[in-house]
């Protein structure tokens, strides 16, 4: 059997708080100096996984214990050291390949530096994140009723390495795309590799100019803070937030009843999976890049499958191709940490036809 591990951190002190109890009574900044200063842990050990070929694999939760914050303003080569000693603790625990959550798959170069650092293979999933991001995305065009052969499509953090391959495979689908970011020479870039698709192509360093003419957002900014806020959003519009934490701000499920926010990347995995770790999500189901290491595992191939800041086309169509094979797929849409069931999406588009 092949057996992976997947290196999780808190994104936000809050999540340290949920796990011991004493920091809800603390200063934020002194929890998080004190996890700092704590090494790897194991979190959990993950059993029950059974593709319908028969195979199976199981695995561990191991914690890397810097927040968001700590990983963007903190020194790079710190956050690189506590990545490598998870991922060393994972090797020790006897994986095969490791998988590295949110930030911990951003610094060192898109899991580089980790994969030279240790003996067993690593992924950041984020072939699989692009693949179900883009799923969902369609999928939830199609229940707003939104053509996308006729829609306007904006990717904001387009020069990331999610944001690229999915402006690459929505550039396939619309006849006008938004590329939206920080940096003009990335955006120009992306759009030059996009030139020669039919598809109008834009770039923009106003998510506040550009979004609101979008009929599809798909997000995936590593900004520690929101970027989308609700006066951005057109009436009908389908937002796909891949970013931990959230691109999308909490005051859009308040205040925008006429807009459908989908979590980008909750998959279902097939058998009886058993995390024995909450992380928020339903029995059963995980995040995408979670679900990678998961489906290398059970294909038992143990290699470095997306690494680096320039994903590839091939490798998204591959994993997803591996994921069907192995009984992974879209665990149904879910919007600020909820199910969302067929009424509330005809409330929708009720509450969007009258805008
Ligand atoms: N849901 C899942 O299963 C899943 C899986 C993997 C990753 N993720 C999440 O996906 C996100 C992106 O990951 P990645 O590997 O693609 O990261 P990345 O390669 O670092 O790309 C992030 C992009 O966001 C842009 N950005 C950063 N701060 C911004 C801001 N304040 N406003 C606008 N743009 C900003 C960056 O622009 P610059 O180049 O100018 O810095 C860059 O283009 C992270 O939040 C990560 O946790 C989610």
């Not at 939760?61 to 968001?68: A, K, M």
């Not at 530096?113 to 984020?126: E, F, P, S, W």
């Not at 990347?265 to 992380?279: E, K, T």
Request: aromatic fraction near 6%; charged fraction near 25%; glycine fraction near 10%.
């Amino acid at each position: 059997m092949t057996r992976f591990a997947f290196i999780l951190h808190p994104i936000k002190v809050a999540d340290i708080a949920r796990k011991f109890g004493i920091a809800r009574y603390l200063p934020h900044r002194l929890i998080e100096a004190a996890c700092a200063r704590m090494p790897a842990r194991l979190i959990s050990e993950i059993s029950g996984i059974e593709s319908p070929t028969g195979a199976t694999t199981e695995g561990w939760f191991v914690g890397c214990t810097l927040t968001t914050r700590q990983f963007i303003e903190g020194n790079e080569e710190r956050s690189v050291a506590k990545v490598i000693e998870a991922a060393k603790m994972a090797q020790d625990l006897g994986a095969d390949i490791v998988g590295l959550g949110a930030f911990t798959a951003v610094v060192g170069d898109g899991g580089r530096r980790v994969a030279d650092a240790v003996d067993i293979a690593v992924t950041t999933g984020n072939s699989y994140t692009v693949a179900t991001a883009i799923e969902g995305t369609l999928k939830a065009a199609e229940v707003m009723e939104i053509n996308p052969g006729e829609a306007t499509a904006a990717v904001v953090g387009a020069t990331g390495s999610i944001g690229r391959i999915c402006a690459h495979l929505l550039a396939d689908r619309v006849p006008r795309i938004i590329l939206i970011g920080r940096s003009r020479d990335g955006l120009d870039e992306l759009a030059e590799e996009l030139a020669d698709r039919d598809t109008e192509v834009e770039v923009s360093l106003s998510p506040e100019e550009s979004i609101p003419q979008a009929d599809l957002v798909v997000t995936v900014t590593s900004a520690l803070d929101t970027v989308i806020e609700p006066e951005m959003l057109r009436p009908g519009a389908v937002v796909c937030d891949v970013a931990r934490p959230r691109d999308v701000s909490v005051r859009v499920a308040h205040e925008r009843d006429d807009v459908l926010v989908i979590e980008g990347g909750a998959v279902a995995i097939p058998g009886d999976v058993d995390f024995h770790f909450d992380f928020g999500f339903p029995p059963g189901t995980a995040y995408a890049c979670m679900a990678e290491t998961m489906i290398l595992a059970l294909e038992g191939r143990a290699e470095d499958f997306s690494l680096g800041k320039r994903l590839s086309i091939e490798r998204v169509r591959e994993i997803a191709d591996l994921g069907v094979k192995h009984g992974f797929g879209l665990a149904g849409f879910r919007s600020f940490e909820r199910a969302v069931d067929d009424e509330t999406i005809k409330r929708i588009k009720r509450n969007a036809a009258a805008r």
